[in-house]
């Protein structure tokens, strides 16, 4: 019988310390990389490059060919689940996603019996990943988690404040429930078929979790994203978790414990000893260099880099950014960030 080969992210998300942090970046394939950017002309616009597993695997491998990464994450969006259950989404140039605004008739309107069936490229996407892929590299799949996803169906569009939403769960709350408990079921339906499909770790992206009161917190964060752990481990056992409330603050410890994920992604604005002291050793950090940094590079990318190293040496720790890469970082920056993370 041949060796099950060691790969070490995987292993740091299970909770095993490794001699140096696992690295990869969130938003990897993405516009800095001028190979994203002449596969992105091949499709007429970004969800037919999500929806098409030729490009949106070419767009997946496309930074560990650059780059001496631990893991590779699916390229698709978090918004292709409102637009599986029948929701219209665009993506503008200039704009960002746009959605058709729902309101509490629109939510009973949604469609969850063949979200699945929708997301069928998708799927075909991992499944081809899992063929491509080194044995040693991790293959991370995801989804927005219900909180984040729900502020753009129900706003139409990206905001600052998530007013639209946070009013609209106020005011309407039986209605934002069942968004709640349909995103939620939709969820653990597509991570479990990710998993299937070959997937060895997956990460619940609530980008959106700042800007909530405590009783907020709990019923629109912690609540759904503990319910998707949930359900999801009663299908796959024990499946290997990352939760990323970014924003939670001091609430990053109830979202832990709440939730049991494996591991937490850890934003950029929280401080490194409030991390130390707040979360147990024992638990998986991801993170958490300020994407900025990464632009800048130099001393203010070098100096903060060792620091999240030395900070989370006694814990297992996933290197990456605190937020997702931009546009304008510099190449040669992300490879000397790696020779850091890997040689010192």
């Known amino acids: 019988?041949?060796?099950?080969?060691?790969?070490?992210?995987?292993?740091?998300?299970?909770?095993?310390?490794?001699?140096?942090?696992?690295?990869?970046?969130?938003?990897?394939?993405?516009?800095?990389?001028?190979?994203?950017?002449?596969?992105?002309?091949?499709?007429?616009?970004?969800?037919?490059l999500c929806y098409t597993p030729d490009l949106a695997v070419e767009v997946t491998l496309q930074p560990l060919r650059r780059f001496d990464l631990d893991a590779s994450i699916?390229?698709?969006?978090?918004?292709?689940?409102?637009?599986a259950l029948g929701q219209s989404v665009r993506f503008e140039t200039g704009e960002g996603p746009l959605l058709?605004?729902?309101?509490?008739?629109?939510?009973?309107?949604?469609?969850?019996?063949?979200?699945?069936?929708?997301?069928?490229p998708v799927l075909e996407t991992v499944r081809r990943l899992r063929a491509a892929l080194p044995p040693e590299k991790t293959l991370i799949g995801f989804c927005g988690a219900?909180?984040?996803?729900?502020?753009?169906?129900?706003?139409?569009?990206?905001?600052?404040?998530?007013?639209v939403a946070r009013k609209f769960a106020l005011q309407h709350p039986q209605a934002f429930d069942k968004l709640m408990d349909i995103l939620v079921d939709t969820s653990i339906d597509y991570l479990e078929a990710q998993f299937k499909a070959g997937a060895d770790v997956v990460q619940i992206f609530?980008?959106?979790?700042?800007?909530?009161?405590?009783?907020?917190?709990?019923?629109?964060?912690?609540?759904?994203n503990r319910r998707i752990v949930e359900g999801l481990r009663a299908r796959i056992p024990n499946a290997p978790i990352i939760g990323f409330p970014r924003g939670a603050a001091g609430n990053i410890l109830r979202y832990?414990?709440?939730?049991?994920?494996?591991?937490?992604?850890?934003?950029?604005?929280?401080?490194?000893?409030?991390?130390c002291k707040t979360l147990p050793n024992t638990l998986t950090v991801q993170g958490n260099l300020d994407p900025l940094r990464l632009v800048v590079g130099g001393?203010?990318?070098?100096?903060?880099?060792?620091?999240?190293?030395?900070?989370?040496?006694?814990r297992p720790h996933v290197f990456n950014l605190g937020h997702g890469?931009?546009?304008?970082?510099?190449?040669a920056h992300v490879e000397r960030l790696i020779e850091i993370i890997k040689r010192g």
């Open 1 to 48: 019988m041949s060796a099950v080969p060691h790969k070490p992210m995987l292993a740091t998300v299970l909770g095993q310390r490794q001699e140096r942090p696992p690295v990869w970046i969130m938003r990897q394939a993405g516009r800095y990389l001028p190979e994203y950017r002449e596969t992105r002309t091949q499709a007429k616009n970004f969800l037919e």
């Open 74 to 83: 699916l390229f698709s969006d978090i918004l292709v689940i409102p637009d």
């Open 100 to 120: 058709e605004p729902l309101d509490p008739s629109g939510v009973d309107r949604l469609d969850r019996s063949r979200a699945l069936e929708h997301l069928a």
């Open 146 to 163: 219900p909180w984040t996803v729900a502020t753009y169906m129900l706003g139409g569009r990206g905001s600052s404040d998530q007013w």
């Open 206 to 224: 609530e980008s959106w979790a700042l800007n909530l009161d405590d009783t907020s917190f709990v019923r629109n964060v912690m609540d759904p």
């Open 256 to 275: 832990a414990e709440a939730t049991k994920v494996n591991a937490v992604g850890i934003d950029y604005a929280t401080p490194l000893d409030f991390v």
């Open 299 to 314: 001393e203010a990318m070098e100096t903060q880099a060792r620091k999240i190293i030395e900070a989370f040496s006694d």
């Open 325 to 331: 890469i931009v546009p304008e970082t510099p190449i």
